[in-house]
């Protein structure tokens, strides 16, 4: 069992909400048994189909860890600093145009690495942030270890740069 903080504690509150339907004794059950819920839902939520569960954990995901995995893109690009500048501007497959550095997908940042000279600690990063995203955009559920390493990310940005 660990402590539960920041954007773990945020999540996994968002995951009770959700699985609970919003029924307010479903989620003081889910609560009360969180971490249980976080590695394995199935058991707890005998209320829903698998699918439901399922749809409902993607749902808090998406809710819960998508802003995270997007505020640390934005923390990634700024870490890189000017090595994003020496890609702007560039158009992409869809014929969008960038030219700002905020502008800049995890995508292009994956399609650029080689010119952007990453570290190792920052190519992890990517391929972490980029994974977990892409994930969620093809509406696969999240692995407890992608979640736990994205939520701890946050604290992690001091010694990134």
Same mark, same amino acid.
């Given at each position: 069992m660990y402590l539960m903080t920041g954007a773990l *504690?945020?999540?996994?509150?968002?995951?009770?909400?959700?699985?609970?339907g919003g029924d307010p004794e479903r989620c003081?059950?889910?609560?009360?048994?969180?971490?249980? $819920?976080?590695r394995d839902s199935t058991n707890l939520?005998?209320?829903?189909?698998e699918a439901e569960i399922q749809w409902r954990i993607h749902a808090a995901q998406l809710r819960g860890i998508q802003p995270v995995i997007e505020e640390q893109r934005l923390k990634l690009?700024? !870490?890189? !600093? $000017?090595?994003?500048?020496?890609?702007?501007p560039f158009d992409d497959e869809y014929h969008n145009t @960038?030219?700002?550095?905020?502008? $800049?997908?995890?995508?292009? *940042? $994956? @399609?650029?690495?080689?010119?952007?000279?990453?570290?190792?600690?920052e190519q992890q990063l990517?391929?972490?942030?980029?994974?977990?995203?892409?994930? *969620?955009?093809? *509406?696969?559920?999240?692995?407890?270890?992608?979640i736990t390493g994205i939520a701890k990310l946050a604290g992690k940005w001091s010694t990134v740069r």
């Open positions: *504690l945020e999540y996994a509150a968002i995951l009770c909400e959700e699985l609970s003081a059950h889910l609560c009360k048994h969180i971490h249980e $819920v976080l939520c005998d209320w829903l189909t690009i700024d !870490g890189l !600093g $000017v090595r994003v500048n020496r890609i702007l @960038f030219t700002k550095p905020h502008e $800049v997908e995890l995508r292009h *940042l $994956v @399609f650029y690495k080689a010119q952007l000279t990453l570290s190792t600690v990517l391929d972490q942030l980029y994974e977990a995203r892409n994930d *969620l955009s093809h *509406l696969r559920v999240l692995s407890e270890e992608q």
